[in-house]
């Protein structure tokens, strides 16, 4: 039962230009939600994040964008450089339950020059 | 501020050999979690501790995967005996107090295969 779904492999876009990746989910009882970053042979490194109440949260070229109503996130990045190569985690919470992260199965973003 | 250390950081066993992972978590981080992260699939969850405390293993195959923190700082993994199926990166990560939005940090991570 995937709970976290993250149904594009892979995305490839010019640099300057805006990313955006999907991330659908099916429990209605998350309230927290987090992206995570992973470059080859390294952990994930948490990356901007947004609590259930909200439905957008910005951090500099990243904005995350919350439709609860249709189950669904999203992450843009504005500009896109080169060094946002990476695969793109999207992962989901239960904030009373201990900090479990439930993940997508990731997107790998290329950015080319 | 250190991060969360893994050891070895690559491994290759033959199947029905065992195996150990080890890890150090960020000093103060009393909720310490691995993860299974398998090629193309995001990390699933395998044990979470509070402390030296199990607070969730319902998805740790308990036939072959045993996890221990002693003393509530460092742990061990370990596969006994190890399957094919059981080829990926095993991610060690520790927070705080058991919430994803204070402190959570992940480990590099070993990257196990089982031949």
């Known amino acids: 039962d995937q709970q976290v779904k993250q149904n594009s492999p892979s995305l490839s876009v010019q640099e300057g230009r805006i990313s955006i990746l999907n991330c659908d989910y099916t429990n209605s009882m998350f309230d927290y939600f987090l992206w995570y970053k992973k470059y080859p042979a390294e952990g994930p490194t948490f990356l901007i994040s947004i609590s259930s109440i909200k439905d957008k949260n910005e951090d500099g070229r990243f904005t995350v964008f919350l439709n609860k109503s249709a189950k669904h996130l999203s992450l843009h990045i504005v500009p896109s450089q080169p060094g946002d190569s990476a695969v793109y985690f999207c992962?989901?919470?239960?904030?009373?339950?201990?900090?479990?992260?439930?993940f997508g199965q990731g997107t790998e973003l290329s950015v080319k020059p | 501020e250190a991060g969360v250390a893994q050891s070895p950081r690559y491994k290759i066993i033959e199947k029905r050999q065992s195996v150990a992972f080890w890890c150090n978590p960020i000093?103060?981080?009393?909720?310490l979690y691995w993860y299974q992260q398998i090629l193309g699939q995001g990390p699933k969850l395998l044990i979470q501790f509070q402390n030296n405390g199990v607070v969730d293993d319902s998805q740790l195959p308990k036939d072959r995967f045993s996890a221990e923190r002693l003393k509530g700082v460092d742990s061990t993994l370990k596969i006994q005996p190890a399957k094919l199926e059981d080829s990926a990166v095993y991610l060690c990560?520790?927070?705080?107090?058991?919430?994803?939005?204070?402190?959570?940090?992940f480990g590099s991570g070993t990257r196990l295969t089982v031949v």
């Open positions: 000093s103060g981080h009393a909720t």
């Open positions: 992962a989901a919470s239960v904030l009373n339950q201990g900090g479990k992260l439930i």
């Open positions: 990560a520790s927070s705080f107090g058991g919430y994803p939005n204070y402190g959570y940090t």
